[in-house]
């Protein structure tokens, strides 16, 4: 089941296999019928390359042998592509569909985008209940490996948070109200006993509307945004830009939303306010040198800050610089850590623990998942990648965390083969982590993009999951209660570990450390080299002067030994400055690799269509060539067929001027004269 993700070059999956379907491949709606036939010749050809390509791989059927210039023409669009990209071929399409009909994606049915394995637009499976035109299975309670558990009818009601009687399981909550558009990589965000739901993908398709949810009676309320604060004049509400992969935080008695991924993006990240009490979006007039534009990165508060990293650009470049915005001066801060970064990547996770340190797990790059840990000492400014311990994820992107106390709980992502489906928590003081719980099938727990928040209820803690995307759009809203006396947390206090903040403290200093143990150890194999010699030879020289001779002799050799060991220090250190320059090269080279790649296959989609149209063209000739024969045949013709008129002509008036003087007729002469 290939996943869905926005920010890791798998964007275009859903938004592809919707524009297929739109034109008419791939098992299309009846409604997109002939869409294909109002493109150009050149266009459609193109499109059905990139369509196999996308959905086949590379051409490797032989070339048509049979004169048949459409399949030699569609074969011809296939072979053009080489070797490009599924993603690259999908991202095309959608392109130059958008190029070529700008408004297709209003005119797309609201059906399930479900890519089965060879590309083909596959039917929901019959063990599924449709509800706001989407698909979602027919189960509350999802079994564990641990404990399975008795479904429930689809019409018992669960009475609030009160209602889950369960831990360490997720339990599916029947809402009241009208529930939102089914989606993910929206922002979600708990101010109270509300959980606010905003923007997010459907379909191909970004949204912007807000909706919450009453944590205390579980009921869907859509947010009715006032008129525009910067718009005085306007007397109609001004809603932002559809927007897919931004953060929402809670801040005081605001909503701040941040980057986010829009059909027409901005240079720079934006940052706005949504403001609980007037309802009303406001633009935050910020300072400093902000951001570039970006999506699908992490936004963490700490203290008064907002502290971003990493995600990808407008031009599908991957990112791992680290900004942080002063809530107060509301002023961005470009930070240059020292250590080494977290490799670019987007739709990862993050954390802070004890108001110091950023964690951030997983993620993905165009090509491959992570499932590698990195924490930023935010006093210091240093990145260290600690050894992580106990049941390590396996790699993953577009998951979702929040924390509880000291424990970091994950849920959700994929692999770029299939969802998700075991629940996680890190033990941020030790590094170790636990598995949870464990979902069975493709339900939304096992989805990319969904949003995961923590609220409570009579004092316990309770995570909030909501939509997500794995195959199928989801709506629905799970809930986990965390135990306070579970195995997770005797796992972790039966190790012997250190203190929480000397752990995260020795792990980010780890590399002082090594530093500070190997001229340690040079200094205690110093102190050895001088106790046995002196020992030893203690034993044989009795005279003092022999003695002194000795130590002379010792202290040189521990001259020479410590500068030797500061010339390995500095030599050290240089390779230290080596190695991060070359990784910052490798960064820099890998960015422009990118970019480059993205143009190389635009000029070759441009240098197809204009081989389509030479091609075209050539014909084109061909048959100008022919008709210019023909006409010139034609006018020879008929020159010569004038020319036997005009000699006829003169003949007949030569004759009868002679008969006339040779003597006609009577009768001849009155005919002429008459005439």
Same mark, same amino acid.
């Given at each position: 089941?290939?996943?869905?993700?926005?920010?890791?070059?798998?964007?275009?999956?859903?938004?592809?296999?919707?524009?297929?379907?739109?034109?008419?491949?791939?098992?299309?709606?009846?409604?997109?019928?002939?869409?294909?036939?109002?493109?150009?010749?050149?266009?459609?050809?193109?499109?059905?390359?990139?369509?196999?390509?996308?959905?086949?791989?590379?051409?490797?059927?032989?070339?048509?042998?049979?004169?048949?210039?459409?399949?030699?023409?569609?074969?011809?669009?296939?072979?053009?592509?080489?070797?490009?990209?599924?993603?690259?071929?999908?991202?095309?399409?959608?392109?130059?569909?958008?190029?070529?009909?700008?408004?297709?994606?209003?005119?797309?049915?609201?059906?399930?985008?479900?890519?089965?394995?060879?590309?083909?637009?596959?039917?929901?499976?019959?063990?599924?209940?449709?509800?706001?035109?989407?698909?979602?299975?027919?189960?509350?309670?999802?079994?564990?490996?641990?404990?399975?558990?008795?479904?429930?009818?689809? +019409?018992?009601?669960?009475?609030?948070?009160?209602?889950?009687?369960?831990?360490?399981?997720?339990?599916?909550?029947?809402?009241?109200?009208?529930?939102?558009?089914?989606?993910?990589?929206?922002?979600?965000?708990?101010?109270?006993?509300?959980?606010?739901?905003?923007?997010?993908?459907?379909?191909?398709?970004?949204?912007?509307?807000?909706?919450?949810?009453?944590?205390?009676?579980?009921?869907?309320?859509?947010?009715?945004?006032?008129?525009?604060?910067?718009?005085?004049?306007?007397?109609?509400?001004?809603?932002?830009?559809?927007?897919?992969?931004?953060?929402?935080?809670?801040?005081?008695?605001?909503?701040?939303?941040?980057?986010?991924?829009?059909? +027409?993006?901005?240079?720079?990240?934006?940052?706005?306010?949504?403001?609980?009490?007037?309802?009303?979006?406001?633009?935050?007039?910020?300072?400093?040198?902000?951001?570039?534009?970006?999506?699908?990165?992490?936004?963490?508060?700490?203290?008064?800050?907002?502290?971003?990293?990493?995600?990808? +650009?407008?031009?599908?470049?991957?990112?791992?610089?680290?900004?942080?915005?002063?809530?107060?001066?509301?002023?961005?801060?470009?930070? +240059?850590?020292?250590?080494?970064?977290?490799?670019?990547?987007?739709?990862?996770?993050?954390?802070?623990?004890?108001?110091?340190?950023?964690?951030?797990?997983?993620?993905?790059?165009?090509?491959?998942?992570?499932? &590698?840990?990195?924490?930023? &000492?935010?006093?210091? /400014?240093?990145?260290?990648?600690?050894?992580?311990?106990?049941?390590?994820?396996?790699?993953?992107?577009?998951?979702?965390?929040?924390?509880?106390?000291?424990?970091?709980?994950?849920?959700?992502?994929?692999?770029?083969?299939?969802?998700?489906?075991?629940?996680?928590?890190?033990?941020?003081?030790?590094?170790?982590?636990?598995?949870?719980?464990?979902?069975?099938?493709?339900?939304?727990?096992?989805?990319?993009?969904?949003?995961?928040?923590?609220?409570?209820?009579?004092?316990?803690?309770?995570?909030?999951?909501?939509?997500?995307?794995?195959?199928?759009?989801?709506?629905?809203?799970?809930?986990?209660?965390?135990?306070?006396?579970?195995?997770?947390?005797?796992?972790?206090?039966?190790?012997?570990?250190?203190?929480?903040?000397?752990?995260?403290?020795?792990?980010?200093?780890?590399?002082?450390?090594?530093?500070?143990?190997?001229?340690?150890?040079?200094?205690?194999?110093?102190?050895?080299?001088?106790?046995?010699?002196?020992?030893?030879?203690?034993?044989?020289?009795?005279?003092?002067?022999?003695?002194?001779?000795?130590?002379?002799?010792?202290?040189?050799?521990?001259?020479?030994?410590?500068?030797?060991?500061?010339?390995?220090?500095? /030599?050290?250190?240089?390779?230290?400055?080596?190695?991060?320059?070359?990784?910052?090269?490798?960064?820099?080279?890998?960015?422009?690799?990118?970019?480059?790649?993205?143009?190389?296959?635009?000029?070759?989609?441009?240098?197809?269509?204009?081989?389509?149209?030479?091609?075209?063209?050539?014909?084109?000739?061909?048959?100008?060539?022919?008709?210019?024969?023909?006409?010139?045949?034609?006018?020879?013709?008929?020159?010569?067929?004038?020319?036997?008129?005009?000699?006829?002509?003169?003949?007949?008036?030569?004759?009868?001027?002679?008969?006339?003087?040779?003597?006609?007729?009577?009768?001849?002469?009155?005919?002429?004269?008459?005439?």
């Amino acid at each position: 089941m290939p996943m869905a993700r926005a920010s890791s070059g798998l964007a275009y999956p859903e938004r592809f296999y919707a524009a297929a379907s739109y034109v008419g491949f791939g098992g299309s709606p009846k409604s997109s019928k002939g869409v294909i036939s109002k493109f150009q010749n050149d266009v459609a050809l193109l499109l059905y390359g990139l369509y196999q390509q996308a959905t086949v791989g590379p051409c490797n059927v032989p070339k048509p042998r049979a004169w048949n210039p459409l399949e030699q023409s569609k074969w011809t669009s296939w072979h053009g592509l080489g070797n490009m990209a599924s993603t690259e071929a999908m991202r095309l399409f959608v392109k130059i569909l958008e190029e070529e009909e700008p408004g297709w994606y209003s005119r797309v049915p609201e059906f399930v985008v479900e890519p089965g394995v060879d590309g083909e637009i596959n039917n929901p499976k019959s063990d599924s209940v449709t509800q706001n035109g989407n698909y979602f299975p027919e189960t509350k309670i999802i079994s564990t490996e641990n404990e399975s558990m008795e479904t429930q009818d689809k +019409d018992v009601v669960l009475e609030g948070l009160g209602s889950v009687g369960v831990y360490d399981q997720w339990v599916q909550l029947s809402i009241s109200g009208q529930r939102p558009k089914a989606r993910y990589e929206h922002g979600a965000a708990v101010v109270q006993d509300n959980m606010y739901i905003f923007g997010g993908n459907h379909n191909g398709r970004y949204l912007n509307d807000l909706q919450v949810l009453d944590l205390r009676n579980l009921t869907w309320l859509r947010v009715e945004v006032k008129a525009h604060t910067d718009s005085l004049e306007s007397l109609s509400p001004v809603p932002l830009a559809p927007c897919a992969g931004h953060s929402l935080i809670p801040w005081e008695n605001k909503l701040i939303f941040i980057a986010g991924h829009t059909k +027409d993006p901005s240079e720079t990240v934006t940052v706005k306010a949504f403001d609980l009490q007037t309802c009303t979006w406001s633009t935050l007039k910020t300072y400093g040198k902000p951001p570039v534009s970006r999506g699908g990165q992490s936004v963490t508060v700490a203290g008064s800050t907002l502290v971003m990293f990493g995600g990808e +650009d407008a031009n599908r470049a991957l990112l791992n610089d680290l900004h942080i915005l002063d809530l107060e001066t509301m002023t961005w801060d470009d930070i +240059d850590a020292i250590g080494v970064p977290p490799c670019p990547r987007s739709d990862h996770a993050a954390a802070v623990h004890a108001e110091r340190y950023l964690l951030i797990f997983g993620g993905g790059s165009h090509a491959t998942c992570f499932n &590698d840990l990195h924490v930023l &000492d935010l006093q210091n /400014m240093e990145w260290s990648k600690p050894m992580q311990q106990g049941d390590i994820p396996s790699p993953r992107a577009g998951h979702a965390g929040v924390t509880v106390g000291e424990n970091w709980f994950i849920a959700g992502g994929g692999n770029n083969k299939s969802g998700v489906s075991e629940t996680v928590a890190l033990n941020m003081s030790t590094l170790v982590w636990s598995v949870v719980t464990t979902v069975q099938g493709r339900v939304p727990l096992a989805s990319e993009g969904l949003s995961l928040v923590v609220s409570s209820y009579n004092g316990e803690d309770i995570l909030v999951s909501f939509g997500g995307y794995n195959g199928q759009y989801s709506n629905e809203v799970y809930v986990l209660k965390p135990s306070h006396k579970s195995t997770l947390q005797s796992k972790m206090t039966e190790m012997a570990v250190p203190d929480s903040v000397t752990a995260l403290h020795n792990t980010t200093n780890a590399t002082r450390d090594v530093e500070s143990e190997f001229e340690a150890g040079q200094e205690g194999k110093i102190r050895e080299i001088v106790v046995d010699n002196v020992d030893s030879e203690s034993l044989n020289v009795k005279s003092e002067e022999n003695k002194e001779r000795l130590l002379t002799a010792l202290k040189a050799e521990k001259e020479e030994l410590e500068a030797s060991l500061t010339k390995e220090q500095l /030599m050290s250190l240089k390779l230290k400055q080596e190695l991060a320059e070359a990784e910052t090269r490798n960064t820099d080279l890998t960015k422009e690799l990118q970019s480059i790649r993205g143009q190389l296959a635009a000029e070759q989609s441009r240098c197809f269509k204009l081989e389509v149209d030479v091609a075209e063209l050539r014909q084109k000739l061909q048959t100008m060539e022919t008709l210019q024969k023909e006409l010139e045949l034609l006018q020879r013709q008929k020159a010569a067929s004038e020319q036997a008129a005009l000699d006829a002509k003169q003949k007949q008036s030569s004759s009868g001027v002679w008969g006339w003087l040779a003597g006609a007729p009577a009768s001849q002469k009155a005919d002429e004269a008459s005439e």
